[in-house]
């Protein structure tokens, strides 16, 4: 319990001093490391090392320079147009379009911050524009932002896969179902919503505008196709996949659509390498506290306290959710996964939970942290760009994170929903 006590304090303390989390992370697992007794440098090290060592882990620079690439190239733009042309002349078709944009964004670059960040710069002005509710307007852009992680290519599978030896094959093609659900319930929502509101509309595309919009988007919308038949035919591993997608988002921008050039591809390049050094040093930190969380034997005390619901994989299901959840609105995104993964997963497997399903369920509890205060990195994200106050967001954010969890529940009750679709793709 003192162990676990240290570890909590000392990231709150750096959190509160605003040092940057993979420092927090480092200087945690050192203070338990310390307390215990087995402090030592050289094993320090090895850990961090050991960590960042991983075959799989090559994927993210590879997904994250293709999701730059279709930003800069104008794949992320022509998806946007689609969406447009077919359901914008509905009332409050813009958040339509969001959504769906939001589902094809997600099948191309797996980041959340990158895609909402997408989202509200192109569909921001629009909807401000047309007199929608910004407040309500950026908390569905925010929302739509968390199906990233969830639809493959997502980069928290790649990191999960890993930090509990789960095959991120099998995780991207079980995360499909549970990510168009959630597109499914946002639709919903957001349906109900209109009806109460008077929103301008755009005006109605023709057939030939259709037509158009549609075969300049053909390009994008082929790669996730690509990808997932890649996966399910087993013609390429996961990493593999993210060289597809880097190759093919890159032979797009520069040879079909031409806006990529040098200057432009630099600065990809190096808005990738940047993203993937801070996700890698999280990694290498996550890798002292893991191995310090493991000698302290945290996920056996944490199993008794959970013994109880051993029994019932559905309650211990629903107790796993709520500390996801809640960890969530103190920590980011990928310290949640590095942190949680290896003290959660093996309490799962010893109650006979489908690790597969596991992480679909863990990645969709992550995914709404980032939704939630005082962190909430894409309600920042939508803040930034759409500059709104960020009580305002909170506030219209709140009903999709309702429904968000509702589906959620929904999923843990009925867990063949997840189970069944995931098997049969792969």
Known sequence: MTTILIFVGVLLVTAIAGIPIAFGLMLAGIAMLWQLGMLDWQSIALQMTNSADSFPLLAIPFFLLAGEAMNAGGLS???????????????????????????????L???????????????????????YPMGRASGLIASGGIIAPVIPPS???????????????????????????????????????????NMATLPRRTGPEIRSALVDAVVAMMLPAIIVGGLKFG????????????????????????????????ECMLNAVRTTAAVMLLIAAAGITAYAIT???????????????????????LAIVVIVILVGTALDFIPTLLVLTPVLLPIAKQAGIDPVYFGVIFMMSAAIGLLTPPVGAVLNVVCAVARQQYADVVRGVMPFIVVQVLLLLLLVLFPQIVILPGRWLY
Do not use: K
């Not at 079980?174 to 009806?195: D, E, F, K």
């Not at 996961?238 to 520069?254: D, H, K, N, R, S």
């Not at 000698?295 to 299901?317: D, F, S």
């Open 77 to 107: 733009r022509r998806l946007v147009n689609l969406g447009l042309a077919l359901v914008g002349h509905l009332r409050g078709g813009l958040g339509y379009v969001a959504i769906v944009t939001a589902v094809l964004l997600a099948s």
């Open 109 to 131: 670059s797996g980041s959340a911050i990158a895609d909402t960040a997408v989202l509200a710069g192109m569909l921001v002005p629009i909807m401000r524009q047309s007199g």
């Open 155 to 197: 980069i928290g599978y790649i990191v999960f896969g890993v930090a509990g030896n789960v095959s991120i094959t099998r995780l991207f093609l079980s995360g499909i179902v549970p990510g168009v659900a959630m597109a499914l319930a946002l639709t919903a929502t957001w349906w109900l919503m209109c009806r109460r509101e």
């Open 235 to 266: 013609i390429f591993t996961p990493t593999e996949a993210g060289v597809v997608a880097c190759i093919y988002a890159l032979l797009a921008g520069t040879v079909i659509y031409r806006e990529i050039t040098l200057g432009v591809l630099y």
């Open 295 to 317: 000698i302290a034997g945290v996920p056996q005390q944490l199993a008794v306290l959970l013994g109880p619901l051993a029994q019932h994989q559905t309650l211990l299901m």
